[in-house]
């Protein structure tokens, strides 16, 4: 082999890669291992910059946590939820429901319910007919192609909204014309006229509308409709079933708050919360691995014991119980209508949920105060969502401290990540030094192991000549 085949390549400008054909040494892992001392670095700031993308994503998820719970507590300041306004409810509204419609009554009311309204009904056999032809129906007309089917004929009537009827076609081949109106239509009801044979009326099968039949209060009464507004002033009813046992009592309520909305909301600001608190609660009391594997084990735990967390945690736990100033006594705080939570971790309290500083709802406490003192507990929810909204925007709101971390975790990432290329540069540039410089040492000294050769066989050829 020549020097020249272990110099730099000359097409490319690079040294090729060096095996100690020359020297003996193992040039390839002498580079390499020098290279990976260098690159030490370089591996503590991919690390860095992993933990930092660690921390930033799960601050984004606590941020996020925290923005949909002060979305749903700024709902309590809403006006609209503390709308006067009347309920009604029925003992069984699956025979009588009732909602308002104005301004009802107050009190109870005893329904009965004796008929229900119904529609009229013909039924007919039908024959498809060999020709096209004309049927009028409640006087209006729908043409029946040759050859067309009882469930083709019903669709057509079904489907037009100017028709008076429904169409049903039966397996046995018969269509029943039903009006869509309920109540009584006396004996003249859903005319058909029909110059052919298509359909036949089935005697004795015909059956006229009636109304619905009740009383309210003993008085009795009746609708064309299962749908009656006239019964009880500003009530509309339901029917649904008869009442053979005995009168449906409908209960109408004095203007005030929907309990079942202040509820509701109530209700899901609690579920999320608990959410929330369950989410910080796990990053800071989970403890990173003692020796990582990799990078994507850098998300466990890179929130273990943070300082900020734990103080928004603390915070939070005080506005539930703290009474707030200014209000009166015994509605100046949630506890008073029934959202009650445990003091901070390690109080001493045995309710694991109490440790975790959990919220729960007693709704019959809320639907006693809404009821009792409705203008207070307006007072209080507004003036203490506002304390609590305020307090979960500056943690996690825009331009609050979690979006600073955010952002400032942001930047040193894209610090890092020039510095890092930066680095990677200067150490391709020294590891191509390293490679020409072992290449050119073992260039010469293949040289000069070739020069020696050529002399100790020149001295052999001269010995043996005798000279």
Same mark, same amino acid.
């Given at each position: ?12 400008? +690079? ?15 002498? =580079?390499?291992?020098?290279? +990976? ?33 002060? !979305?749903?507590?700024?709902? %309590? ?20 429901? &009732?909602?308002?419609?104005?301004? +009802?009554?107050?009190?109870?009311? @005893? ?21 096209? @032809? ?18 083709? %004929? ?11 009827? /429904?169409?049903? +076609? ?35 099968? $015909? ?6 039949? %009740? ?43 929907? &309990? ?11 579920? #999320? ?24 084990? /850098? ?21 539930? /119980? $703290? ?9 100046? !705080?949630?506890?008073? =209508? ?17 440790? @975790? ?8 406490? #809320? ?49 890092? *990540?020039?510095?890092? &290329? ?19 040492? @073992? ?5 000069? *192991? ?5 002399? *100790? ?11």
């Amino acid at each position: 082999m020549s020097a020249s085949s272990l110099g730099v390549n000359a097409a490319t400008g +690079a040294p090729i890669t060096i095996s100690g054909l020359a020297s003996g040494l193992e040039t390839t892992k002498i =580079i390499a291992a020098l290279m +990976a001392a260098e690159r030490e670095p370089v591996t503590h700031l991919s690390d860095e910059g992993a933990k930092l993308h660690a921390e930033q994503s799960q601050l984004q998820g606590v941020q996020s946590d925290l923005q949909q719970l002060a !979305s749903v507590v700024s709902e %309590f300041s809403l006006p609209s939820l503390f709308e006067s306004a009347q309920s009604v409810s029925s003992s069984e509204p699956g025979r009588v429901s &009732a909602a308002t419609s104005g301004g +009802a009554g107050v009190g109870g009311y @005893e329904v009965e319910v004796t008929k229900l309204a119904s529609s009229a009904q013909r039924t007919f056999t039908f024959t498809s007919p060999t020709k096209e @032809e004309t049927i009028t129906i409640e006087g209006e007309k729908f043409t029946v192609k040759a050859g067309e089917s009882a469930e083709e %004929f019903a669709s057509k009537i079904d489907t037009d909204s100017s028709a008076s009827v /429904y169409a049903a +076609a039966l397996e046995n081949g018969s269509v029943v014309l039903s009006s869509r109106a309920t109540g009584n239509t006396g004996s003249e009801f859903i005319k058909v006229s029909d110059p052919g044979t298509t359909l036949v009326e089935r005697p004795g099968t $015909e059956r006229q509308g009636k109304d619905a039949e %009740f009383t309210v209060d003993g008085v009795p009464g009746s609708s064309s409709s299962n749908t009656v507004t006239d019964a009880i002033a500003g009530v509309t009813l339901t029917l649904s079933g008869l009442t053979p046992t005995g009168p449906v009592t409908i209960d109408v309520q004095p203007p005030g708050p929907n &309990a079942s909305a202040i509820e509701a909301q109530v209700q899901s600001f609690v579920r #999320l919360y608990n959410l929330t608190v369950e989410a910080i609660q796990t990053q800071i009391q989970t403890k990173p691995p003692a020796k990582v594997q990799s990078t994507g084990e /850098y998300s466990t735990g890179i929130l273990f014991g943070d300082v900020e967390l734990t103080d928004l945690l603390d915070g939070m736990r005080d506005t539930m /119980y $703290e009474p707030a100033a200014g209000l009166e006594a015994g509605m100046s !705080s949630p506890f008073d =209508i029934g959202i009650s939570t445990g003091a901070p971790s390690g109080s001493g309290t045995s309710s694991q949920a109490s440790l @975790e500083g959990l919220l729960t709802l007693d709704p019959e406490k #809320l639907a006693e105060a809404v009821k009792s003192n409705p203008a207070g507990v307006e007072t209080m929810l507004q003036q203490w969502s506002q304390g609590l909204q305020g307090m979960v925007d500056a943690a996690g709101g825009p331009g609050g401290t979690i979006e600073a971390r955010v952002t400032g975790d942001g930047s040193q990432i894209t610090q890092l *990540t020039s510095q890092i &290329a930066t680095m990677n540069e200067m150490l391709a540039q020294r590891e191509r030094a390293l490679q020409a410089t072992y290449a050119q040492l @073992e260039a010469v000294i293949s040289k000069n *192991t070739a020069q020696g050769d050529w002399l *100790t066989s020149q001295e052999e050829s001269l010995n043996k000549q005798g000279i």
